[in-house]
C-alpha cells in the first residue's frame, strides 16, 4: 500500500464520515454550532482551570524543595552535634572499660605465669 493510497483513502473516508454526520444529525445547524460552540468554551475553561492549577502544583513543589533543602540540613547539623556529644560523653567510659580490659589482662598474664 502506498502513502498516496492510502491518503487519499483517508481523506474520502473523512469526506464521507463528515457528510454522513451532517445528514443524520437530529439537530439543525444552528444548534449544532451552539453546542460545539459551547462546549469549546468549556474545554478552554477547562485547560485554563488546568494550567492554573499545574501552576500552582509547580509553585508547591518548589516550596517543598527549599523547605525540604533547608530541614535536611538542620537534621544533618544537629545529628552532627549529638553525635560529637554522645562522643565525649562516652570518652571517659571508654577510657575505664580500657583501664578494666588492661587489668584483666595483666592478671591473665600472672595467671598464666603461676601456672607454668
Request: hydrophobic share 35%; proline share 2%.
Amino acid at each position: 500500500m502506498s502513502a498516496k493510497s492510502f491518503l487519499s483513502g483517508f481523506l474520502i473516508g473523512g469526506i464521507a464520515a463528515g457528510i454522513t454526520t451532517l445528514l443524520t444529525t437530529p439537530y439543525s445547524g444552528k444548534e449544532v454550532r451552539r453546542v460545539c460552540n459551547d462546549n469549546g468554551k468549556a474545554f478552554l475553561q477547562h485547560i485554563q482551570e488546568l494550567k492554573i492549577d499545574l501552576n500552582e502544583i509547580k509553585d508547591s513543589i518548589k516550596t517543598v524543595t527549599v523547605e525540604g533543602k533547608t530541614v535536611l540540613s538542620d537534621f544533618i547539623e544537629d545529628l552532627k552535634l549529638s553525635l560529637d556529644t554522645w562522643k565525649e560523653e562516652i570518652k571517659p567510659h571508654q577510657e575505664l572499660l580500657q583501664q578494666e580490659l588492661d587489668e584483666l589482662q595483666s592478671t591473665i598474664n600472672e595467671l598464666e605465669n603461676d601456672l607454668k
